[in-house]
């Protein structure tokens, strides 16, 4: 590999990482302007209690320094992507354009310029369909199907319930 191709490599590394954070950018731009990311900063708080628990734990004589270690790169990992995420949005409202929030339908073709990322679009699928694998499992684990007997449909609760959701 030569000095050219190392400067080739570094400059199309660059040019995917202007390209990802454009399109973090803007999805973070569609996800606060439709409220589905709020931001929660009580998880800092949530996470310095389990670290206080641990440490009183440790000077008992626990042997949980990986837990502790685990607990405070958590913590240290989740500030960095509030402070991004909280960046990102303030650059926006500086900006003063409404334009670049996307639209739903946008949010696919965004999705998609980061799939075809000719560098790192495959991990970055790879990630997303991993994700996604884990998400139905854990959604398979949670729906309980019950069946109910043929009595239960006449009664007064069921009655109730059947007006309450057929008034919407």
């Known amino acids: 590999m ?3 191709d190392i400067d080739k490599r570094i400059s199309d590394l660059r040019a995917e990482e ?4 454009d399109v973090y ?33 440790q000077s ?14 958590m913590m240290t990992e989740f500030k960095q992507e509030m402070e991004l995420f909280k ?11 409404a334009m670049d929030i996307p639209q739903p339908e946008d949010i696919f073709t965004l999705v998609g310029t980061l799939y075809r ?21 854990y959604g398979a684990k949670r729906e309980n199907y019950i069946s109910l007997p043929r009595k239960a449909d006449s009664s007064k609760v069921m009655i109730q ?5 057929s008034a919407n």
């Open 60 to 73: 008992a004589g626990a042997r949980n320094t990986e837990v502790i270690t685990g607990l405070e790169t």
């Open 18 to 21: 202007r390209e990802i954070q």
């Open 117 to 137: 990322l000719p560098i790192n679009g495959r991990q970055i699928r790879e990630q997303v369909n991993g994700i996604r694998i884990s998400q139905e499992r």
């Open 87 to 97: 960046r990102t949005l303030q650059d926006q409202r500086n900006s003063a354009n």
């Open 2 to 4: 030569t000095l050219s």
């Open 161 to 165: 319930m059947k007006e309450i959701t």
């Open 25 to 57: 950018r803007k999805l973070a731009g569609f996800l606060h302007a439709n409220a589905i990311l709020p931001i929660n900063d009580e998880i800092v708080a949530y996470l310095e209690y389990f670290i206080r628990e641990e440490q009183l734990k």
